[in-house]
T-cell receptor
């Protein structure tokens, strides 16, 4: 298995632009998580899905952030409009059950 | 808000020495997990200990859990330069959601 796949790996954009991050979880996993990691705030859970349904989005910073999971093999995290303070590494992770989570390599987002 | 606080924030040791990292958390848990993150990479799962377990081993890793003190420790024995990374504890309660600690940065010098 290729593991969790994220794209793009790096994204540089200008303030006000729309950013879309993509994730393909491991086949057969039924839960998917989006995290954000910064030096200041550490690793934060933004939202997670179970069987493609959003379960907990309490970590989503504000209405500029939205996430979808249209099927079991694909999820997107969208930021519109982006701001410099959104600069971070965004990780996607998946799991089957409540044990080990498998993380993707992350997307490093820089908003200028 | 983060559930776990880790101590120390940073640790530097020589190859061959043991490294001990501690994690404290705030609420009751179902299990506690430890992850490693190499610079610029995603997190990798190391070991899981359930709330009814007190100690677990995996290779050079030893994890303890004290639910009365709401704390856990990760011991890496006979450390190697390749162990240089950040180490995070993460707790879960009754859902799939994990809450991560602040992490310990471990530097192992050859």
């Amino acid at each position: 298995d290729a593991g969790v796949i994220q794209s793009p790996r790096h994204e540089v954009t200008e303030m006000g632009q729309e950013v879309t991050l993509r994730c393909k979880p491991i086949s057969g996993h039924n839960s998917l998580f989006w995290y954000r990691q910064t030096m200041m705030r550490g690793l934060e859970l933004l939202i997670y899905f179970n069987n493609n349904v959003p379960i907990d989005d309490s970590g989503m910073p504000e209405d500029r952030f939205s996430a979808k999971m249209p099927n079991a093999s694909f999820s997107t995290l969208k930021i519109q409009p982006s701001e410099p303070r959104d600069s971070a590494v965004y990780f996607c992770a998946s799991t089957q059950g409540r044990d080990e989570q498998f993380f993707g390599p992350g997307t490093r987002l820089t908003v200028l | 808000s983060q559930q776990g606080e880790e101590d120390p924030q940073a640790l530097s040791i020589q190859e061959g020495e043991n490294a001990t990292m501690n994690c404290s958390y705030k609420t009751s848990i179902n299990n506690l997990q430890w992850y490693r993150q190499n610079s610029g990479r995603g997190l990798v799962h190391l070991i899981l200990i359930r709330s009814n377990e007190r100690e677990k081993h995996s290779g050079r890793l030893r994890v303890t859990l004290d639910t009365s003190k709401k704390s856990s420790s990760l011991l890496i024995t006979a450390s190697r330069a390749a162990d240089t990374a950040s180490y995070f504890c993460a707790t879960s309660r009754d859902t799939d959601k994990l809450i991560f600690g602040t992490g310990t940065r471990l530097q192992v010098f050859p």
